[in-house]
């Protein structure tokens, strides 16, 4: 890749560019100037990938140039060449972004090797752009899986907010793809060369999460041996990603509170304003206005997030895009497994009219144990409802084993009965009413499970996927 880069030598010293030409020109595009105001107009007209600059020139001097091109955060990397030996110039063309510093009369082993260093950085940089293009290509709103209205709507209300600073609340039960719209509106505005990171408030102990944040100082705490760098330092000018916002504590909605308003927080532990311009993009499958008027979320904080509301509908309120995501699935599946299984008509049409309680992230389960398990290369109902049996009881069991059940009691004792009735219907309703399926989640028979329903006068609501 060495010979891809352009270089721009500016020395006023015809035998200094005579000799950097000839040093170089044989792993680099090489071009020359003799005077400091060429250089800036240079930069702009031509594609330069790396600047040897002098400090001595006439029209305008390296520090100026150097203080432009960082002032202007002009993309090209500057090496310094000077007759100077001061340590002092040598601070301030580093602080003012040069990549190296050498001192005439130079050693010309020393420079290729600075300018082979510059060359791997930029291989890699390009390497990081072109994965970076890949990756926003995928999360583009046109590439993003969503042709029914309801999403139609939330990608026309996304692109007439996506280049602001405007914090968006996007809200939805669990598996709708709250994080897939969240990387797609990073991608899609004019933040997307900067870093996109994401937090699961939930998974996080609460006394480490603003560690993750804010980052912390060497001794901040027991265990903290080095300093560590927090998300919001990370992504400063690219976008932060909040999932599961209210299970954050009272005391770190505070601080978040403050970064929002502030934009400026201190690592734990130091004392160091730091200054950040971060995107937040907050997520929660839960109603944070009832836990507003429950005191288990500040107001304050909530109207600040939610500035733009998105709401991402349920699997079941988009069928039209199912067929789309079983396709997509099918597509990811069988080119990582080296499998061609399809899916037979009658077995997506039950799969596009189920109710998916799981969403796109049952949905996407589904499809890979299909692709997975098939010993043809055509996927039946049969083992589509089998797929599907094993995932709700998995679900629901998993759901009851979580859940407290809290039954109505009027102030009132309940009877065993009354409270093995309530349990029943709840299991039900789980159990989108299937009979079958909630007997064996019960771990009972058929004719137990019919007898119970007979005593307690429990009637089957009628639904798409109700068996008996």
């Not at 160091?272 to 500040?298: G, P």
């Not at 895009?321 to 499998?339: M, S």
């Amino acid at each position: 890749m060495i010979g891809d880069y352009r270089v721009l030598i500016a020395d006023d010293e015809p035998g200094v560019r005579q000799l950097l030409t000839e040093v170089l020109e044989s792993t680099f595009n090489v071009e020359s100037v003799e005077r400091g105001d060429i250089v800036l107009n240079k930069i702009h007209e031509g594609q330069y990938d790396i600047l040897i600059l002098d400090l001595e020139l006439p029209g305008l001097n390296g520090i100026e140039i150097l203080k432009t091109i960082h002032e202007k955060k002009m993309k090209i990397t500057v090496v310094v060449v000077t007759a100077s030996n001061n340590i002092e110039t040598a601070i301030t063309t580093m602080k003012l972004g040069a990549y190296d510093y050498i001192v005439k009369p130079f050693d010309t082993e020393k420079l290729l090797v600075i300018m082979k260093n510059i060359a791997e950085k930029l291989d890699l940089e390009r390497e990081v752009d072109t994965l970076r293009e890949q990756v926003g290509e995928k999360y583009r709103f046109s590439n993003v899986i969503g042709k029914s209205p309801a999403m139609q709507r939330i990608f026309a209300t996304l692109e007439r907010v996506i280049d602001t600073d405007s914090t968006i609340l996007i809200s939805g039960e669990s598996g709708t793809g709250k994080e897939v719209i969240a990387r797609a509106i990073h991608y899609n505005s004019n933040r997307r060369q900067y870093p996109f990171r994401s937090i699961d408030c939930s998974t996080i102990p609460q006394d480490l999460i603003g560690s993750e944040l804010f980052g912390h100082e060497k001794g901040a705490f027991t265990g903290a041996v080095s300093r560590k760098i927090g998300k919001f330092e990370v992504t400063s000018k690219g976008t932060l990603f909040l999932d599961e916002i209210s299970n954050l504590s009272i005391d770190m909605q505070a601080k978040l509170l403050r970064v929002l308003q502030e934009k400026e927080f201190e690592r734990i532990g130091g004392n160091q304003i730091i200054k950040v311009n971060t995107r937040i993009i907050a997520a929660t499958n839960k109603d944070l206005r009832e836990l507003v008027r429950q005191s288990r979320f500040r107001e304050d904080l909530y109207y600040r997030l939610n500035v733009v509301p998105i709401y991402l509908p349920r699997l079941r309120d988009r069928k039209e895009d199912i067929p789309l995501f079983i396709d997509h699935f099918l597509k990811k599946y069988n080119a990582e497994y080296g499998r061609q299984v399809s899916i037979d008509i009658k077995a997506r049409i039950y799969l596009t009219n189920y109710n998916w309680p799981g969403n796109v992230r049952q949905l996407e389960n589904v499809i890979k144990r299909l692709v997975l398990l098939s010993s043809g290369k055509v996927a039946d109902l049969e083992q589509v409802k089998m797929i599907l049996e094993f995932e709700g009881e998995h679900r629901i069991a998993t759901n009851i084993a979580s859940q407290e059940f809290n039954f109505p009691s009027e102030g009132r004792i309940l009877s065993l009965e009354e409270m093995e009735k309530a349990y029943l219907e709840r299991v039900l309703e789980d159990c989108n009413y299937n009979i079958s399926l909630t007997a064996k989640v019960l771990k009972i028979s058929r004719k137990t499970m019919h007898n119970k329903l007979k005593k307690y006068g429990i009637l089957i609501r009628k639904t798409t996927n109700a068996s008996y």
